[in-house]
């Protein structure tokens, strides 16, 4: 790591070039609006009322701890994401952030996010958001990402901690429904990046992270993500199982889960990068609806509307 | 050049100043709900 550093040491006059936009940009806000919109369903379906205050100030920890652990891995990744077309516009790629300053920026905003919500909301769920965070930054991103095509397999865990967190900030405690809102997450994470990944493929060849189709070729990649999408509408289901969410639920659920075997299953007949492009983008919308579909089920429960 | 850095080294010493404020504030306002029986 240090040396990787002192190979990534800048003219002091570049690195100082830096705006108050470039540290917003380090947190990667594209990421963190996802693990906000997935924690305030956990904060909203936990049973129990918290005061609106406390709700806004869970929401914000957990959205400082995706950004401070956005901003440790954009420091350890900095060598490889200059070369990436994806990446390369990145705050520690072109040189605005020094990576040591980045890695400073994460550490201190990950330690006042875990703080914050152990002070003011509970310590389960400030131990939760500890998880998530050095998760993401050890076994993702130094021990996972460069070393084996099953890295955003159990990687992909980082982003599903998010509901559990805001369930915790509300309950105190971690039970099944939170378990599954996980699961569901897990679940989507494989087929989402490897979508993309069908399509950033050289890239990442060029760096040499092994994502699957890099190592495996893009059929092989296909099939799994269509394993992935299959399996993931039973999963999908697990909220209605455990009463958390109605037959209404159930119902969208299969329905949003059949358009993304749809787009699985176009993706294996027609190879091209448009199609992967168009099954990661429909990823994206299948979560939110997801999520969406259970808090605004969990309204039509509270007014007799959901069955 | 030098003119440039400075105004941007003065706007993100701004831009510290005030999360720290913001910051303080929140404390400040998590403190009366948590007196007040509001929290958990």
Known sequence: MHDRLIALELDPAVADASEVRDYWLLLKPNVMSLVVFSAAAGLYLAPGNLHPLLMAVALLCIAVAAGAAGAINNSYDADIDRMMARTRRRPTATGRIRPDDALAFGVTLACMSVMVMGLALNWVAAAVLALTIAFYVFVYTMWLKRRTPQNIVIGGAAGAFPPIAGWAAVTGDVSLAPIALFLIIFTWTPPHFWALSLDRCEDYARVGVPMLPVVAGADTTRRHILAYTLALLPVSLLPWWLGLASGLYALAALALGAGFVRFALKLSRDRTKRTALRTFRYSIVYLFGIFLTLVLDKGAQAWGLAW | ?40
């Not at chain 2, 404390?27 to 709900?33: A, E, H, K, P």
Request: aromatic share 8%; charged share 20%.
């Open chain 2, 1 to 40: 050049m030098a003119r440039d850095q400075d105004s941007r080294r003065r706007i993100k010493n701004i831009a510290l100043a005030l999360i720290l404020a913001a910051f303080a504030a929140l404390f400040y306002l998590i403190t009366i709900v948590k007196m007040s029986g509001g929290g958990t």
